[in-house]
Each structure stands twice: as structure tokens, then as C-alpha cells.
């Protein structure tokens, strides 16, 4: 199955897939972080989390703040980011794993009956927990199939966009770098390297986007050829 072909409109999905499960994940930690500065150290602190990625962002209340981060009307909001995932996972489904999709499904469906109730840090902390382990299950799948390499492509890229948008540390990327490098690699035969040669992050990011495009676009005409 590692070979089978896989048109580009797939390999899109399950690259995307595993950005959001990871988008979710790591926005989930951070909002949880924020809210015990929100609470009694540094009310903005929130507003700061969210303008890091070009969000404006309002609450009341420590309470308040985590029902904006969950459910808010906004890109970054944790109900937009997992609706596109299960959107993408939707699409895919043949090829993912039952148990990484029916836990996606779970944290879904949970998601949706919780809009009139209080987000309380304990339920944040599960679904961080239940994210984890779709990660975890991609993870450990890897080395099966090409459709877990893609997935697991989106993850990295992904994890890299947040470092820079949240850290704004370029010198902290040098590790991605070079994961990245090593999945796009097994990926695409013909892939070469990329390393950091600007100090412009946006101009990096847009670099980065420049990269992924090739490697899904080569795969699929690279497994498609080989049949």
C-alpha cells in the first residue's frame, strides 16, 4: 500500500489533515498556558496569545476567555480548526486508521453539544489528551503507507508555522528543518533540502509553502508513474 498511487486532491486532504490535528493540539496547550496568566497575572495575556497569529480576540473573564478560544467567531477559534480537519479526514477516510478517526469523531461530537455550556480546563485537557493520541497513532503508522507519510508531512510544517508565528525565533527551527527535510525526502526521491536563508519569517513561511506544493504535487506523479 506504501506505493499505491494517490491523486493530488488526496494527498492535499491528508497533508492538511495533519496540519490541523497538530494546529489544534498546540493552540489547545497554548490557550490553557494563557488562561492561568488571564486568571490573576496578566489579564491581556490572551489578546497577546491570539494577535500572534493575527487574531483579535475579547473576553470578560478568565471563564470567558476559554469559551473565545473554543467556540469564538474567528479563524483560530478550536470548533473551526476541528471541523476542517474532520472535513479533510471525511475525505480520506479509507485511508486513515479507525481508531485516530473514530477519536476525532469523538472530539467532534463532544465539541458540538458543549456551545450553550462552560468551557472548563479540564475539558481542554482531555480533548489535548485526545489529540495526542490521534498524533500518536499517525505517528507510530508512519512507516506504512505513504498516506501516513503525508499526514505526518502536514504535522511537521505545521509544528514549524507555530514556532515561528508564536516564538518568532528562527534560530528554534534548525530541528524542524531538518525533520521536515527527512519525511519530504521519503516522499519525493528528487526532493532537495531547504535550510533557513532568510531572518524574514513571513518570507520563510511563504518559502516553506513554496516547498510543501512541490513535494504533494511530485509524490503523486511519482506513485502514479511507478504503476
Same mark, same amino acid.
Not at 57 to 79: P, Q, R, T
Given at each position: ?18 496540519? !490541523?490535528? &497538530? ?7 497554548? /490557550? =490553557? ?6 486568571? #490573576? @497575572? ?80 479540564? !475539558?481542554? &485537557? ?7 493520541? /490521534? =498524533? ?6 508512519? #512507516? @506504512? ?18 514556532i515561528l508565528r508564536l516564538y ?60
Amino acid at each position: 500500500m506504501n506505493g499505491a498511487p494517490i491523486s493530488v486532491n488526496t494527498a492535499q486532504n491528508l497533508y492538511w489533515f495533519g496540519r !490541523y490535528v &497538530q494546529r489544534a493540539q498546540t493552540l489547545l496547550v497554548g /490557550i =490553557l498556558e494563557s488562561y492561568d496568566y488571564v486568571i #490573576d @497575572r496578566d489579564f491581556d495575556e490572551g489578546k497577546n496569545f491570539f494577535a500572534k497569529m493575527g487574531i483579535d480576540i475579547e473576553y470578560k473573564n478568565a471563564m470567558d476567555f476559554l469559551k473565545a478560544g473554543v467556540y469564538g467567531s474567528h479563524v483560530g477559534s478550536i470548533e473551526s480548526i476541528i471541523k476542517m480537519a474532520r472535513e479533510n479526514a471525511i475525505a480520506t477516510r479509507h485511508l486513515l486508521d479507525e481508531r485516530g478517526f473514530a477519536t476525532l469523531n469523538k472530539i467532534y461530537n463532544h465539541l458540538m453539544i458543549g456551545h450553550n455550556r462552560a468551557v472548563s480546563p479540564t !475539558y481542554l &485537557q482531555e480533548t489535548i489528551d485526545n489529540f495526542s493520541l /490521534i =498524533l500518536g497513532i499517525f505517528s507510530s503508522e508512519l #512507516d @506504512r503507507t505513504r498516506a501516513y507519510q503525508l499526514i505526518r508531512f502536514g504535522q511537521q510544517v505545521e509544528r514549524l508555522d507555530l514556532i515561528l508565528r508564536l516564538y518568532g525565533e528562527l534560530d528554534m527551527a534548525a530541528a524542524d528543518i531538518e525533520t521536515i527535510n527527512a519525511t519530504a525526502r521519503q516522499l519525493n526521491r528528487h526532493y532537495r533540502p531547504f535550510n533557513i536563508t532568510t531572518s524574514d519569517i513571513p518570507k520563510f513561511l511563504a518559502f516553506l509553502n513554496n516547498v510543501v506544493d512541490r513535494v504533494i504535487q511530485n509524490d503523486t506523479v511519482m506513485s502514479q508513474s511507478q504503476h
